[in-house]
């Protein structure tokens, strides 16, 4: 075995998992976001020469994720349906809607990006506030600015009663 290949099998075995929930937060579906992981990795074998440090590994995988899932929607566009041809009725949410996590997942997707994309780096991903500040091309400050803020308008949108639970699912 070569020591490309020996290099790549540890670059999967150390962020698969990592890449896997990335992936799932970004789209939703498990079977995309493994398809998004495989995709991944193959970009990242292709390229592997262009790795200069395994410390910047995690950061560069998940670069070529978030390009990989951004192709998605370069490839092919999205249907879209006139809301005046909707018949919305009553509306009763699934079990799977009103679950702790859905709501916040649904509050963390109404959070602006510039607050949401390092808060979900931190959360889920596991880096570090310079290495987001990297990522993301801002000063660490910046990075530490935004989820500090990006956890204030979570907890404002989260603290309180019933309704505000129901107005994340867009509930009456």
Known sequence: MSQ???QYEALVRAHSGDLYRHAYWLC???ALAQDLVQETFLRAWRSLDS??????AKA?????LRREHAR???????????IADLELGDFAPGPERLGEDAVLRAAI???EPKYREPLVMQVLG???????ALELGLGEAAVMTQVFR??????AMLDGDAPKEAALHGLP
Request: glycine share 4%; aromatic share 6%; proline share 5%.
């Open 4 to 6: 490309r290949q020996r």
């Open 28 to 30: 939703g579906q498990e």
């Open 51 to 56: 790795l200069r440090e395994d410390v910047a």
């Open 60 to 64: 560069w995988l998940t670069t070529i």
């Open 72 to 82: 998605l929607y370069e490839r092919k566009p999205m249907p879209t349906t006139d």
């Open 109 to 111: 997707a109404k959070l």
């Open 126 to 132: 596991g880096f570090s506030i310079a290495e987001i």
């Open 150 to 155: 990006a956890r204030q308008k979570l907890r």
